[in-house]
């Protein structure tokens, strides 16, 4: 493991690109695999649903795979900017190559206006990154909300509402107990982080994100008056 890891050190960059083609691969490939009708007549419908399926993937697989690292190795969430476990380090290997690719679609699919917010979240990928990737466990049923939304799931199904109760479970959990633990940590830590200026002000940037973020989701999905949306593309981001 020591020495495999010792090339992935001496080479990340090239790792990091081979997982963004790997992510690509994926993304290709899931153009091969039947989608919904309501998604196939639309092609920003059908460009969102390939999107969200591979960050779906992402999420599903890095989601799990941090929690396993802070199990395996707790002492990693008070020793952030110390420690790390080989694991850990492929984990942030693996995911920065997602983001690269992802938000390479995003840019070069001519939709990027429509789905600032998830590209502003890779721009704002830092430090500590095995604690915010616990994030993911909530990506999971995030985007699986949005894919229903495009497959034009009714709201009262059965499927929706209990992904709807478990996102913003994971929301409160994962999303917002991740962020504000980090936050705490920064300002905690601050005189004895390098760049502690740069990463907290980064962190209260995403805080204010999320914050909103989940301010539209309870309004969308709880408190909702039943009223259509203004945008077709305007569920993107509620």
């Not at 500590?128 to 495009?150: D, I, M, P, Q």
Request: glycine share 4%.
């Amino acid at each position: 493991m020591d020495t495999w890891l010792n090339e992935v050190q001496k080479h990340p960059a090239l790792f990091v690109l081979c997982c963004s083609v790997t992510f690509r691969i994926l993304h290709r490939f899931l153009q091969t695999v039947p989608s919904p009708g309501t998604v196939e007549t639309d092609p920003w419908r059908t460009w969102k649903w390939r999107n969200l399926s591979v960050s779906l993937v992402h999420s599903m697989l890095t989601g799990i795979w941090a929690v396993a690292c802070v199990v395996q190795h707790p002492v990693m969430v008070h020793e952030i900017p110390t420690t790390f476990t080989p694991s850990a380090y492929m984990l942030v290997v693996v995911s920065s190559g997602y983001f690269i690719q992802d938000a390479g679609d995003i840019i070069f699919s001519g939709y990027a206006k429509a789905s600032w917010e998830f590209l502003l979240h890779h721009v704002m990928y830092v430090a500590g990154a095995v604690v915010a990737l616990f994030v993911e466990v909530n990506s999971v049923f995030l985007h699986t909300r949005l894919l229903l939304k495009l497959a034009k799931v009714a709201p009262n199904s059965h499927i929706y509402t209990v992904n709807k109760l478990l996102n913003v479970v994971t929301y409160v959990t994962f999303r917002l107990g991740a962020q504000f633990y980090l936050t705490w940590y920064l300002i905690h830590h601050y005189s004895s982080l390098d760049h502690a200026l740069y990463f907290l002000t980064t962190m209260m940037l995403m805080n204010i994100m999320i914050l909103i973020y989940f301010y539209r989701l309870l309004r969308s999905d709880f408190f909702s008056k039943g009223h259509p949306h203004s945008s077709e593309h305007k569920f993107a981001q509620d």
